[in-house]
Each structure stands twice: as structure tokens, then as C-alpha cells.
């Protein structure tokens, strides 16, 4: 092993030092060779798996695992904005791997921790997340769409779900069904994109975010293997990753108000003199994302703590996230004039991008539910 390898593969310390150099390599891989890319990646001309392979190199997948009992997410969310201050739908793709990541490490099923979580952690494998439909569910706003019954040696599922993300062939990805043969109780397992029972069906293009590897999945009483299962029953489980699946989300809506900043200083020279009577202002910007980096950073160093109250802070600053990439993105399209609204400039790309922060699961509308019914 390398020393550059050795170095990212340790622990992150409390002085910061580990993952600063993480995030480094991370945000120079993404200024270099991801930036190019943007544009292909949103037309959905290429996937970036290679890409999305030598983010996990670097140690963009591996910082979040638990230690001890304990985990910290700050490093995954500082990588997870670097990756967003240049492009939205791969910083997304690397919260897919990421939630990923954190499914695997948190389940206590030996055999499923011997034989993947490593290589999610390293990027050899790569997969998403199947959890929007289930946690609709969790919260009354959908039915869950996947069924199972118990069979030797593990579990046969059926059903459809309309989007999961950072899929293709050899990917894995992490859901839940509910017990046809025990109604009512709910199991977490891992969905392999190469058995043939579990197809992937392309999606109608999207606003934007089509190079995500999109697909509809199908569940052709697919055998799901028990070296496959997260977590049986699931309850428990999916109360333990809560706040980590929700958190990494940060890194995405700050990596694009960063650059919805920056595009705001670029256009500052020519078109200062007439922006200055814009309401909203690149200092109010900055302003607001150091106060949302720390308040996420704060949280991010406890994702297992328990009380209700900590689950609400997560939940509400996942809320304003997502409002100030809007209002963001919103504010360096008004600034770019004309300009920006071309589609060869990213700043209408940066619009698109922060709609979908704004509206992928847990969306505005359930995190405003969350917080009432909380």
C-alpha cells in the first residue's frame, strides 16, 4: 500500500488532519477531471463510473465508517461538497454511494461485512440507495412497494420501484420490503443489479441529472440470499442510519450554493453596477452557507445520537438546505442576466440541480411534515 493510500485510509482524527487530505485529493480530482465532464454527465451522455471509482481511491467512500461505536461524517460531507461546487448530479451519485457505504457498515450480518463493504468503501463496487419509497412510507405519504416471503436460505421479493440511483451492471443497492408472511414487519437487504430476476428499466429523461444511472427496478420474485440482509427485523436498523441518510445530503446542497457564489463573483466586474440593486447578494450567500456548514458539521460528529431532538436539528437544517440552494441557484441566475440563460452557461444548470435538492426524498414537502408531526 501506498503512503498516499495508507494516509487516506486512517482514521479521521480530531484535529482534522485526515480528512483534510481526503477532501483535498477529492476537490482536485473534481477541478481536473470531473469538471470537463459536467456537461456530458447532465445530458446524461455518460455515466462516470471510472470517475466515481477514483473518488473512492482517494477515500471519498471511506472517511464515514464507523469506529467503536462512534462515526463522523464531516470528511464524507466536505468531499460530497467539493465534488457538488463542481457538478450536482455527481456530488448526488456520490451521496448514493456514500448512503451505500453507511448501509453495509452499519449492518450486523457478518457474511454481508466480509464480503462488500470493503469494496463499496473503496469504490470497487458501486451501487445507491433504494429508500425514497420507504421512507414515504415511514412517514404515511406512500404504500411500500416491495413484498417478500421467507424461503430457505433467504428471502423472494417482488415489486417496482420507479427511481433508484448510481446503478448498472455489478451495482448493489439498499431497500426494504415488507413481510408478505408476516404483515407488518419490514426487512433491509441489499439488491444486486446482476441477478437476473431484478431488471433495470430506463427512465424518461429528467430536467437534469440523467448521466446518474437512473433506473426503474423490477423484482421478478427475485432470491435475495440472507448474506444479503442488512438488517431483519429492519426497524431498529433504519432508526440507526436515519440521521446519516439525511446528513450526507448536506454535502450536495453545499457544494452547489458555493458555486451558485461563485458565479455571482464572476459576473461581479461587468455587471456589479446594475446587480447591486438585486436583493439578494453573494455576501448574504456566503453568510448563510458558513452558517449551514457549521451547524451540518456540528451535527455531523454524532450521526448515532439517539434523542429526538437531535433528529429534528437533522431534519430541519436538511429543510433550509435545500431552500437555500433554491434561493441560491435563483439569485446567480438573476445575476447572470441574459447570460446565464444560456444553455451552454452552468449557472441554468445550477437551477436545475437545486430544484432536485429541493425535491428528492425526503423532499420540502415531507421535511415540512417530519417537523410538524415531530
Known sequence: MSSTAASVLAPVQDDGTSATSVTSEVAAIARKVLAPLAGAID??????????????????WSSHLPKNGAADLRCAIQSMAAIGEVCGATAFMAWCQNTLVWYAANSENPKLLAKLAGDFASGKLLGGTGLSNPMKSFFGIEKLKLRGYKVEGGYVVRGALPWVSNLGPGHFFGTIFEREDQPGEIVMCLADCSNPAIALQPCKPFLAMDGTGTYGVQFRDAFVPDELILADPAGPFVKKIRAGFILLQAGMALGLIKDCINIMNEV?????????????QPAQFSELCSELEGETMALAREPFNPDETYWRKVVALRLRAGDA???????????????????????????REAYFVAIVTPATKQLRKMLAEA
Open 43 to 60: 445530458d446524461g451522455s455518460i455515466y462516470p463510473k471510472e470517475l466515481l471509482r477514483r473518488f473512492g481511491t482517494a477515500g471519498a
Open 268 to 280: 461581479e466586474p461587468p455587471l456589479g453596477h446594475i446587480n447591486r440593486y438585486l436583493p439578494q
Open 325 to 351: 440552494s433554491v434561493a441560491a441557484a435563483h439569485a446567480a441566475m438573476l445575476h447572470c442576466g441574459a447570460r446565464g440563460y444560456l444553455k451552454s452557461h452552468r449557472a441554468q444548470r445550477r437551477l
